[in-house]
């Protein structure tokens, strides 16, 4: 196969230090002759970049090894060598990387002027506190108290309307969940476990952490269920709709198949659907099954990945009393999936979220309800625009992870993440340090709080509830097709 990349390196400049080749983790760089030399297999990563005390490294696209075609592109003919030399599917990792650009960046948000004037988030509160969880119906006071009936789920406060998605432990390293627990902890936000399991040392954050049932049911026990901040049923997700999740057995090691409860080095695959559940009527028996074994304290949601009759299914998961709903929609990430799923299947967030609330709305169900979404947020701005289509909560994950080092190379499901975040080799996971990774996530989230403060005031909005949903505050300003 034709390399994509290629490391060039200033031999002037060069120390030969090789710090470069024993920090890269693919072996795209060895000593030959007295000098550092490519050897193949870049992907990109920038390791030796960080690493290089002369900055004389840099790495360089290959320029293209076939013949232009207007209708077989590099890419496609790369696809097709790949499979004809492996005879396998194709697997890469983090969300769909076509050249398609984003809706998000098609839309602009309105303004407050003269009739409806702006406030100043610096002099006046704006308030951006939410809640997850299932809203009461109507609101029951006696005597000048409001009431609490016994069978209402509390409800979840996050001090933002931001949510880290679910990375499981074994598509991420333990420092790299460690560092999202500990930013959730901090934040007073919400993290998702993933579909692996939780670690024992994690659970001083549980009040922060939703615990997620998948397909698969890894380490599902009393406590994983009982000692969280809220419980979630995985039936689909964004970068790869209607498959399983798949973690590779090279990543499945000791402390892996501990808390997964599976053999060491084996595939963790993930059946595509959950057996037990085949229609609403089946999803609405396993959600009364975890209320009643959490006792009612607890907040079950329904996670789901965007698809084409998204309204409808969203409308039969709150009949079927789901707390919360998460829509995770294309171009969102994950550990490994078949490329012809992730770049292929679903629907843009912002194509299904704006369904979802509508559907929800015209069947008088949205108020009871917390919906959540994510898919390729990748700023403030993408956050601010999928509250206003119809969110509660936005959902990051990936932009999380770059926070935290990550350079989206898509190679996480090899296992070899030279930054220590999707790896589980013991030399790569030490060079991430959670307490400075946490810190740069703490300080991104903040930073996007603070701007969502910002566009409020500038809307002439007091409170990020008065946001979502509200699409006439939105334009879009891209193509139009008939």
């Known amino acids: 196969m034709p390399e994509r990349f290629v490391p060039t390196i200033n031999y002037d400049l060069c120390r030969v230090c090789k710090r470069c080749i024993n920090d890269c983790s693919y072996q795209a760089l060895e000593f030959k002759e007295s000098r550092v030399v490519p050897s193949g297999g870049c ?10 005390p002369a900055n004389c490294i840099e790495i360089r696209p290959v320029p293209p090894q076939f013949a232009p075609h207007g209708n077989w592109s590099e890419r496609s003919r790369r696809s097709i060598m790949a499979q004809a030399n492996s ?14 650009p984003s809706i998000f960046d098609d839309m602009l948000l309105d303004a407050a002027q003269v009739t409806n004037p702006s406030i100043d988030p610096l002099r006046e509160p704006v308030e951006t506190v939410t809640y997850l969880g299932r809203r009461p119906g109507r609101l029951e006071v006696c005597d000048g108290k409001i009431m609490i009936n016994e069978g209402d789920t509390p409800l979840i406060r996050m001090d933002m309307p931001l949510m880290f998605g679910h990375i499981s432990l074994g598509a991420i390293s333990y420092n790299a969940q460690k560092a999202l627990f500990m ?12 579909e692996g399991g939780l670690h024992p040392d994690f659970y001083q954050y549980a009040d922060r952490i939703c615990s997620e049932v998948a397909s ?7 406590e994983y269920l009982k000692g969280v901040a809220a419980v979630e049923i995985k039936i689909g997700q964004g970068a790869k709709p209607g498959h399983g999740g798949h973690l590779p057995g090279e990543k499945v090691t000791t402390m892996i198949s501990e808390t997964r409860m599976i053999p060491r080095g084996t595939d963790a695959l993930s059946p595509y659907p959950h057996h037990d559940i085949y229609s609403i009527e089946d999803l609405a028996q396993l959600i009364s099954v975890l209320k009643e074994s959490t006792e009612y304290r607890l907040p079950v949601g329904v996670k789901i990945a965007a698809v084409h009759n998204v309204g409808a299914i969203a409308s039969g998961i709150v009949r079927a009393g789901a707390d919360f709903l998460t829509v995770d929609g ?5 550990g490994a999936a078949p ?14 979220i704006a369904a979802v609330d509508r559907r929800l709305t015209q069947e008088g169900l949205r108020n009871r309800v917390t919906v959540c979404a ?16 119809g969110a509660d909560v936005a959902m990051v994950s990936t932009s999380a992870m770059i926070a935290m080092g990550c350079t989206v190379c898509q190679q996480c499901h090899r296992g070899l993440c030279s930054w220590g975040i999707a790896t589980q080799r013991d030399d790569l996971c030490a060079r991430l340090d959670s307490d400075i990774a946490a810190a740069r996530i703490i300080r991104l989230f903040r930073a996007w709080n603070e701007e969502l403060r910002e566009v409020l005031g500038a809307m002439g909005i007091d409170a990020v509830d008065s946001l979502v949903g509200n699409r006439d505050r939105l334009r879009y300003r891209g193509p139009n097709p008939k």
Do not use: W
């Open 43 to 52: 992907v990109a990563c920038g390791r030796c970049l960080s690493v290089c």
């Open 87 to 100: 005879g396998g599917v194709l697997l890469s990792s983090c969300g769909a990387d076509d050249e398609q």
């Open 183 to 194: 930013a959730a902890k901090e934040l007073n936000i919400v993290a998702g476990s993933g």
């Open 216 to 222: 698969g049911r890894f380490g599902i026990k009393p």
């Open 330 to 334: 294309y171009k969102g990430g994950t």
């Open 339 to 352: 490329r012809v799923i992730r770049d292929h299947a679903g629907l843009p967030i912002e194509v299904a």
């Open 374 to 389: 994510g898919g390729g947020i990748r700023s403030s701005a993408d956050m601010i625009k999928v509250l206003a289509l």
